[in-house]
């Protein structure tokens, strides 16, 4: 057992707050809203800055423009970023394309696309769900017709994070109506402004938008887009499942330890009778008790990312992982209220807003998180049926 | 970053799994059907024995006194392996706390008379620390040495009957005693589960200049090392309990099928399997940060705090999915259940624990 970094994890880390010192977070545009993951806003302007670092290829084969570095670097950047508050919201998303284009992409992908991920220009939204396709996303009726060259693809995509905003999307089809349930289906990678894309926005709880719904209405695709082999986009989807839950949630613990300290802050120099909120003694318990929870979700992902690294198996351990992260993030936002009153009611912008508000924000957002990218409910399916071996079928 | 155990570490523990499946198998735990409700479980002596033979008892200890100089972490993993199987009696006691204590603050000739014993298994340490609170609250204590004499009352000894030594926590010391001096009174505890606790009463026991050690640093690194061990036996008992659960899950049949096929009991193992899962990880990261020298305080905290609700959470649901037969003193889960309890309240509860966790988060004292 070893839980340190090393040394040149360390000194990346220091490289990393240094730039941040020097290009302060809070100087970048956003372009799209906080939905509260602990990674931010979307902001092209900090995305492009950390690729002019060459951070986001850093990890990539010297043959596709990358430095060959460790995962872990990838964690290093991430875990400074969420502990400063950087608005590095799509940078996830991109690696994970990024990541698979490298695994199965074509020639065209690897030309287009990917450099365009290097510079920090590509983004990406996710085509999955439809409206008649949620938890069970093999329902899914959006069909992608071969015709010559390109595939023509006809559907109904919603819940669509950012995609009025990205550049591309990935969506997922049906490639064949013959074959087995959970066989036929393609992903493609598809620019957005294609004609036939209609890109619509939702406007969230908050009041802002972060979902979209797209309508796919004869959308012609060259087929060198297509991410895969045809039919086997399931496969590919479940296996990105398991990565999917972790870099879509892995800097939720160092992000709730950065709002930790905030309310730390705010309970030692709040009076409130007279006294400290801070040495109220069901203060203390109850902080105290939160950042034993924060620890346990810091060190399931930490477990989850040498798994990974090590291309060891995984069933269980990243869902588990995103659970806890969900809910103690829920957990978080609702305690921090409490703790702040009639105060913790003011929205962001709010000129007395306690933390700037963003209690009151997160608590909104993290009603979202146990329901996206797998439920709380179906990923406890997929412990006890995947991980304990418990029997699946229909309860 | 690596949180898997080492190939040695792996080694050290399975052997352990193997050996105490062989002779401490689950039946050891389970009482017979009509045999008398147990108060205590009696000590084994050939299996302290055994696990001496193996070096268990000396892990800790130099090897210029007979031990094999393994790290605390090694200590932890065979720990977890002990609650697994079930094992009562003072290892955690005598081959963990007691001999921290020593080894952090004995002097040259009490190290040479006391350790060799210990590695070996013929002596038998405990910690009396605890006073009439019923809590762990070293800055509290009250016990004092005066004119070369021992007075006063501690409780909640554990295995106060089988020790050779009393390792006495005084207001700015500790005072090594015999555990037969003349002096002492003990009185037995009827208490939850099967740990054998006392009353001891010293009354004018002689503590020699010799018999001293000075200063609270190694009480509070007995302390320390005995949450630690506490919270490995509370996370192999959890494991091993969700094992349990799991398996009656997967084959008690009701309405045509295992009660396992349903969601609301699916449900319940995952968040047992992120209970247990997250107790051992946070266990191993304050063991390696121990074993390494780095502080910390604040890690051992948060993993007998966190361990302590959340390996009891496992157990009470294990209940639920095992249904009535878990209420019969014949089924083993209870008795895993109430030595988590005891664990979760000895050598600090959560309480205690919490306020370190406070403090280091930076809440103003």
Same mark, same amino acid.
């Given at each position: 057992?070893?839980?340190?970094?090393?040394?040149?994890?360390?000194?990346?880390?220091?490289?990393?707050?240094?730039?941040?010192?020097?290009?302060?977070?809070?100087?970048?545009?956003?372009?799209?809203?906080?939905?509260?993951?602990?990674?931010?806003?979307?902001?092209?302007?900090?995305?492009?800055?950390?690729?002019?670092?060459?951070?986001?290829?850093?990890?990539?084969?010297?043959?596709?423009?990358?430095?060959?570095?460790?995962?872990?670097?990838?964690?290093?950047?991430?875990?400074?970023?969420?502990?400063?508050?950087?608005?590095?919201?799509?940078?996830?998303?991109?690696? %994970?394309?990024?990541?698979?284009?490298?695994?199965?992409?074509?020639?065209?992908?690897?030309?287009?696309?990917?450099?365009?991920?290097?510079?920090?220009?590509?983004?990406?939204?996710?085509?999955?769900?439809?409206?008649?396709?949620?938890?069970?996303?093999?329902?899914?009726?959006?069909?992608?017709?071969?015709?010559?060259?390109?595939?023509?693809?006809?559907?109904?995509?919603?819940?669509?994070?950012?995609?009025?905003?990205?550049?591309?999307?990935?969506?997922?089809?049906?490639?064949?109506?013959?074959?087995?349930?959970?066989?036929?289906?393609?992903?493609?990678?598809?620019?957005?402004?294609?004609?036939?894309?209609?890109?619509?926005?939702?406007?969230?709880?908050?009041?802002?938008?972060?979902?979209?719904?797209?309508?796919?209405?004869?959308?012609?695709?060259?087929?060198?887009?297509?991410?895969?082999?045809?039919?086997?986009?399931?496969?590919?989807?479940?296996?990105?499942?398991?990565?999917?839950?972790?870099?879509?949630?892995?800097?939720?613990?160092?992000?709730?330890?950065?709002?930790?300290?905030?309310?730390?802050?705010?309970?030692?120099?709040?009076?409130?009778?007279?006294?400290?909120?801070?040495?109220?003694?069901?203060?203390?318990?109850?902080?105290?008790?939160?950042?034993?929870?924060?620890?346990?979700?810091?060190?399931?992902?930490?477990?989850?990312?040498?798994?990974?690294?090590?291309?060891?198996?995984?069933?269980?351990?990243?869902?588990?992982?995103?659970?806890?992260?969900?809910?103690?993030?829920?957990?978080?936002?609702?305690?921090?209220?409490?703790?702040?009153?009639?105060?913790?009611?003011?929205?962001?912008?709010?000129?007395?807003?306690?933390?700037?508000?963003?209690?009151?924000?997160?608590?909104?957002?993290?009603?979202?998180?146990?329901?996206?990218?797998?439920?709380?409910?179906?990923?406890?399916?997929?412990?006890?049926?995947?991980?304990?071996?418990?029997?699946?079928?229909?309860? | 970053?690596?949180?898997?155990?080492?190939?040695?570490?792996?080694?050290?523990?399975?052997?352990?799994?193997?050996?105490?499946?062989?002779?401490?198998?689950?039946?050891?735990? %389970?009482?017979?059907?009509?045999?008398?409700?147990?108060?205590?479980?009696?000590?084994?002596?050939?299996?302290?024995?055994?696990?001496?033979?193996?070096?268990?008892?000396?892990?800790?200890?130099?090897?210029?006194?007979?031990?094999?100089?393994?790290?605390?972490?090694?200590?932890?993993?065979?720990?977890?392996?002990?609650?697994?199987?079930?094992?009562?009696?003072?290892?955690?006691?005598?081959?963990?706390?007691?001999?921290?204590?020593?080894?952090?603050?004995?002097?040259?000739?009490?190290?040479?008379?006391?350790?060799?014993?210990?590695?070996?298994?013929?002596?038998?340490?405990?910690?009396?620390?605890?006073?009439?609170?019923?809590?762990?609250?070293?800055?509290?204590?009250?016990?004092?040495?005066?004119?070369?004499?021992?007075?006063?009352?501690?409780?909640?000894?554990?295995?106060?009957?089988?020790?050779?030594?009393?390792?006495?926590?005084?207001?700015?010391?500790?005072?090594?005693?015999?555990?037969?001096?003349?002096?002492?009174?003990?009185?037995?505890?009827?208490?939850?589960?099967?740990?054998?606790?006392?009353?001891?009463?010293?009354?004018?026991?002689?503590?020699?200049?010799?018999?001293?050690?000075?200063?609270?640093?190694?009480?509070?690194?007995?302390?320390?090392?005995?949450?630690?061990?506490?919270?490995?036996?509370?996370?192999?008992?959890?494991?091993?309990?969700?094992?349990?659960?799991?398996?009656?899950?997967?084959?008690?049949? %009701?309405?045509?099928?295992?009660?396992?096929?349903?969601?609301?009991?699916?449900?319940?193992?995952?968040?047992?399997?992120?209970?247990?899962?997250?107790?051992?990880?946070?266990?191993?990261?304050?063991?390696?940060?121990?074993?390494?020298?780095?502080?910390?305080?604040?890690?051992?905290?948060?993993?007998?705090?966190?361990?302590?609700?959340?390996?009891?959470?496992?157990?009470?649901?294990?209940?639920?999915?095992?249904?009535?037969?878990?209420?019969?003193?014949?089924?083993?889960?209870?008795?895993?259940?109430?030595?988590?309890?005891?664990?979760?309240?000895?050598?600090?509860?959560?309480?205690?624990?919490?306020?370190?966790?406070?403090?280091?988060?930076?809440?103003?004292?």
């Amino acid at each position: 057992m070893d839980f340190a970094l090393t040394a040149e994890e360390q000194a990346f880390a220091e490289e990393v707050r240094a730039f941040l010192r020097a290009h302060p977070p809070a100087g970048f545009p956003h372009d799209g809203m906080d939905a509260g993951y602990g990674s931010g806003a979307n902001s092209r302007a900090f995305l492009k800055a950390l690729a002019a670092r060459g951070w986001l290829a850093m990890c990539w084969p010297a043959e596709h423009g990358g430095q060959g570095r460790p995962m872990f670097w990838k964690l290093v950047l991430m875990e400074e970023l969420a502990r400063a508050g950087a608005p590095f919201g799509p940078l996830a998303g991109a690696w %994970q394309t990024a990541d698979a284009i490298i695994e199965y992409g074509s020639e065209r992908l690897r030309r287009e696309v990917l450099p365009a991920i290097g510079r920090g220009e590509a983004t990406f939204w996710q085509g999955y769900s439809e409206p008649e396709a949620g938890s069970d996303l093999l329902a899914l009726k959006t069909e992608a017709r071969r015709d010559g060259e390109h595939y023509v693809i006809r559907g109904h995509k919603i819940w669509s994070s950012h995609a009025g905003i990205a550049t591309y999307g990935l969506v997922f089809a049906r490639t064949s109506r013959e074959a087995r349930r959970s066989q036929g289906f393609s992903m493609f990678v598809v620019p957005n402004g294609t004609a036939g894309m209609d890109i619509r926005p939702i406007t969230s709880l908050t009041g802002e938008v972060y979902h979209y719904q797209v309508f796919l209405d004869d959308v012609r695709v060259p087929a060198e887009l297509r991410l895969g082999p045809e039919g086997q986009g399931f496969v590919a989807l479940l296996n990105g499942l398991d990565s999917d839950r972790f870099w879509g949630r892995f800097y939720k613990a160092p992000a709730l330890e950065r709002m930790l300290r905030r309310l730390v802050e705010h309970a030692n120099a709040t009076h409130v009778n007279g006294a400290p909120l801070a040495r109220d003694p069901v203060v203390r318990r109850r902080l105290a008790a939160m950042a034993t929870e924060i620890a346990a979700l810091r060190a399931l992902f930490t477990r989850a990312a040498c798994l990974m690294r090590d291309g060891a198996p995984i069933t269980y351990e990243t869902a588990v992982a995103k659970i806890c992260a969900d809910e103690t993030g829920q957990r978080f936002a609702k305690l921090g209220l409490e703790l702040l009153g009639l105060h913790g009611l003011l929205r962001p912008g709010s000129a007395d807003a306690p933390l700037d508000g963003e209690l009151s924000q997160a608590y909104l957002t993290s009603l979202g998180h146990t329901i996206a990218g797998g439920t709380a409910e179906v990923l406890r399916t997929t412990v006890a049926t995947r991980g304990l071996g418990l029997p699946a079928g229909k309860a | 970053m690596d949180v898997r155990p080492s190939a040695a570490q792996h080694l050290l523990a399975s052997t352990a799994r193997e050996y105490l499946r062989r002779h401490h198998p689950i039946e050891t735990i %389970q009482r017979p059907v009509g045999a008398p409700a147990a108060r205590g479980a009696a000590f084994d002596d050939k299996l302290w024995r055994g696990m001496a033979e193996l070096g268990w008892a000396g892990l800790l200890v130099p090897g210029e006194h007979g031990g094999s100089d393994g790290s605390l972490l090694d200590v932890v993993l065979l720990v977890e392996e002990l609650g697994y199987a079930g094992v009562p009696g003072p290892f955690v006691t005598s081959a963990v706390a007691a001999t921290t204590l020593l080894l952090a603050g004995a002097s040259d000739a009490q190290r040479a008379r006391l350790l060799p014993g210990l590695a070996s298994g013929t002596r038998i340490a405990t910690l009396a620390v605890v006073e009439e609170s019923g809590r762990f609250a070293p800055e509290a204590l009250t016990l004092e040495v005066t004119a070369g004499q021992l007075r006063g009352r501690k409780r909640f000894v554990k295995d106060a009957e089988l020790a050779t030594d009393l390792l006495v926590a005084l207001r700015g010391g500790v005072a090594i005693v015999p555990a037969d001096a003349g002096g002492i009174t003990r009185v037995a505890l009827d208490t939850l589960g099967d740990e054998r606790l006392f009353d001891l009463t010293f009354d004018g026991v002689p503590v020699g200049d010799g018999d001293r050690i000075d200063g609270r640093a190694a009480l509070a690194a007995a302390m320390s090392a005995g949450a630690l061990a506490r919270t490995a036996e509370l996370v192999g008992a959890a494991q091993r309990v969700l094992e349990m659960a799991v398996e009656h899950a997967r084959t008690r049949v %009701q309405g045509g099928r295992p009660i396992g096929g349903h969601q609301a009991i699916q449900h319940a193992c995952a968040d047992m399997v992120r209970d247990v899962d997250a107790s051992r990880e946070l266990l191993h990261l304050a063991a390696w940060k121990t074993s390494e020298g780095l502080e910390a305080g604040p890690d051992v905290a948060t993993a007998k705090a966190y361990a302590g609700e959340a390996c009891l959470a496992v157990a009470r649901r294990a209940h639920q999915i095992f249904g009535a037969i878990s209420y019969c003193d014949e089924h083993p889960l209870h008795v895993f259940h109430e030595r988590m309890l005891a664990a979760s309240a000895d050598f600090g509860d959560a309480a205690l624990h919490l306020e370190t966790v406070a403090r280091a988060i930076g809440l103003e004292p």
